[in-house]
């Protein structure tokens, strides 16, 4: 399930490394337990390479009352991360338990907070979507857009409360070009103003549409020329247009190359979401290059943490973050061999 089909069904608002005998714990054929590769699962992050979880990687499992979101850090440290990114949507249903009101979204940042700082994991990055059909923050009426930033208000209050660096947004509104520009502009610097206070960045995600189009939020970037004002390239995401123009739940019909893509915007990346699908025998991601795409990484002399984003189907989601953890640590090791 992709973040905006959750959105809208809910009420608020490895190079050489084999995927078989990856995993810690796992039984063999005479019943004993093997500790294979067990360093993937329990060892913090590689030096070459800094590693946090993106728990949308782990949606399916939040959402199937299998895991529990408040839970998250606890998970996460399971897997051998040191480093969190939050999905605001992912709280909603805790939200509205506790009345559906700012003083809920604050307690319960609080309460995470204090989770994490136990477990000694640094927060990174709350993801945040608060859209609608009408209150974009890249809206051409006025009145919605004004409200889509109001929204966003609070949730500045809990990146901050919850010691992350970075609040993530998504740009969407009008599809055309000079306007989009226009109002994306507008409602980032409205943001950033506020986040500021608060030492808070407020990063864009190339999340669809005129926002995956690279050349343009380039222009955005400089026009909006704040120092707490950023990107969080996704290495994928690129999808300009899909049929009968949904967002996402029908084929993609125009595509912005997604390695210019990254390039235009690692000059202004205060984060990096590694996102994953599929791997083969060689534990290689199927459709992204990720030598290619780490290489871009490094040229922009990026030294922040890489966020693993699995949105696979073949694997299980805990299989998939694994996966796309040693692919990242082997491609670390390539390019610095």
């Not at 950033?192 to 960045?201: F, T």
């Amino acid at each position: 399930m992709k973040r905006r089909n959750f959105i809208s069904n809910t009420t608020y608002s490895i190079a050489g490394v084999s995927l078989l005998g990856m995993y810690a714990c796992k039984e063999n054929k005479s019943g004993q337990k093997s500790t294979v590769n067990q360093n993937v699962m329990i060892s913090q992050t590689d030096p070459k390479i800094k590693l946090s979880l993106a728990q949308w990687s782990l949606h399916k499992m939040i959402l199937n009352n299998a895991l529990d979101a408040m839970d998250f850090a606890q998970k996460a440290k399971g897997l051998g991360f040191e480093s969190l990114e939050y999905v605001s949507q992912l709280y909603i249903p805790e939200i509205q338990k506790r009345g559906n009101t700012d003083q809920a979204i604050m307690d319960i940042m609080t309460e995470l907070k204090e989770k994490s700082d136990s477990l000694s994991m640094k927060n990174q990055i709350m993801m945040v979507d608060l859209h609608d059909d009408k209150e974009l923050l890249a809206s051409s009426d006025e009145f919605y857009r004004t409200a889509a930033v109001e929204k966003h208000r609070i949730w500045v209050d809990a990146t901050a409360a919850l010691g992350c660096h970075s609040m993530r947004v998504s740009l969407f509104g009008s599809l055309d070009q000079k306007i989009w520009v226009k109002n994306s502009v507008k409602s980032l610097k409205e943001l950033c103003k506020y986040a500021s206070k608060k030492n808070i960045n407020v990063i864009v995600e190339n999340h669809g549409y005129l926002s995956s189009n690279g050349a343009l939020m380039v222009q955005v970037m400089e026009g909006v020329d704040m120092a707490n004002c950023g990107t969080l390239p996704d290495f994928s995401n690129f999808c300009l247009k899909r049929e009968a123009n949904e967002l996402w739940s029908t084929p993609c019909i125009e595509e912005y190359d997604k390695y210019q893509g990254v390039k235009e915007l690692m000059p202004y990346a205060k984060g990096v979401s590694a996102k994953s699908f599929n791997f083969d025998n060689n534990g290689r991601e199927t459709t992204i290059d990720f030598v290619k795409m780490m290489g871009i990484v490094n040229d922009a002399n990026y030294n922040g943490y890489i966020g693993i984003e699995y949105e696979g189907e073949e694997l299980s989601e805990e299989e998939g973050i694994l996966a796309t953890k040693a692919l990242l640590i082997n491609v670390a090791d390539e390019l610095t061999s």
